[in-house]
Every structure is written in C-alpha cells, then in structure tokens.
C-alpha cells in the first residue's frame, strides 16, 4: 500500500528532482502504455474490476512515499508526483499498486487490517513489480548480490507494514511475513511466473 522512500522529516516537500501534479499526470497516462501495466488492468476486468484511466491520480504527498492503493470501493491508485523523479519509477508504482488491486479484487475478504493479507500482498507486489529488480538495486546503493532480490523484497515489505497508518511493530510486521513467504512468493498470479 504505502511506500516510504526513506526516512521522513517533519515538513517534507518531495524529493529533488520530483515532479509537479500535472507532470505526475503526465507520467501517468505514459505508464498506462506499459505492456505489464496493460497486462494487469486486462487481468483485473476479465476478474469483473474494470479499472477506468481516472482509477488512477496524481497527488503531492506530504510523507515519502511514492505511491499507494486505497481499498475503499472508490479508491484508486495516487500517484506522488513530488516524490517521483523517473518515468520509469512512476511505472512501476502503478504495478506495484495494480498487483494491489488485484489481490482485492480475486480475494473478496481482503482484510487491509490483517496483517498476514497485508504481507502476503506486499510480498507479491514487491516481488512481480520488479521493485527489487539488480540494477534497481544497485542504484539504491545496495550491492549484496546472493539472494539479492529475496532480501530486497522482505525490506520492502516490512517497510511498508510499519509505515504511516499502521500499527505494526517491525517484529510482527516480519512474523506475518515470514509465515506466508512461501506461499505468497511463489504465487505470481495473473503472471505466469515473476516478469
Ligand atoms: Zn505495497
């Protein structure tokens, strides 16, 4: 749901280099040509979501994330331009939250407050978004390269668990996910296997 790009301060105004709303916008209606973006909203209409182009929005985020999915019936994708520098990373925000979506739609029962669903949501939009693909790694600074992308997605998941609007210690936030990582790793649905 959540993304935190690091460590908050108190009044933040978007990374340097991030973009106004209307470029937000802008990168937006470019990612929706992405094939894996196209793929996933397919997906979800054959699921019975039918995703419209204004499902998804771009917002200026005073907290550092870089995107989120709301659950609610209306909710949508909100893109944060200010914290956004690359077409590429406003991309594969809308992946990410896609994957999101789809786990809502497929479940039905989705329960945003528990935290098993929780993880195992993040697990897979970590995962099939690429968000931990090397040379995305390596430009975040992280050069441990056995096991990379594994260690790279629990980081995120536990990340996003205990980021703004939860109430998630990081020991529960890494139980949750540690009990349902196999499962949920290996499920990459609607993709045949991780793109
Ligand atoms: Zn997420």
């Known amino acids: 749901m959540e993304h935190k790009r690091s460590a908050g301060t108190a009044a933040w105004s978007g990374v340097r280099g991030g973009h106004t709303v209307a470029e937000g916008e802008v990168m937006i209606q470019k990612g929706l040509q992405d094939p894996k973006v196209k793929f996933l909203r397919e997906q979800l209409e054959k699921a019975g979501c039918k995703i419209t182009d204004n499902f998804f929005k771009s917002v200026r985020c005073d907290t550092p994330m870089s995107g989120f999915f709301c659950p609610k019936s209306n909710g949508g994708i909100q893109v944060c331009a200010n914290n956004l520098r690359f077409q590429d990373e406003v991309t594969q925000v809308l992946i990410h939250e896609l994957i999101h979506a789809y786990d809502q739609c497929r479940a039905k029962n989705m329960d945003w407050g528990n935290r098993t ?3 195992c949501t993040e697990i897979r ?3 099939l978004s690429g968000d931990c693909h090397f040379l995305r790694e390596l430009l975040r600074g992280n050069f441990k390269i056995i096991g990379h992308e594994q260690a790279c997605v629990k980081r995120r998941v536990v990340n996003s668990m205990t980021g703004t609007n939860t109430n998630c210690s990081k020991i529960a936030a890494t139980i949750a996910m540690e009990v ?9 649905a609607p993709f045949d296997k991780a793109p």
């Open 180 to 188: 349902v990582w196999d499962t949920c790793y290996n499920d990459t």
């Open 117 to 119: 669903h929780r993880a």
């Open 125 to 127: 939009a970590s995962h």
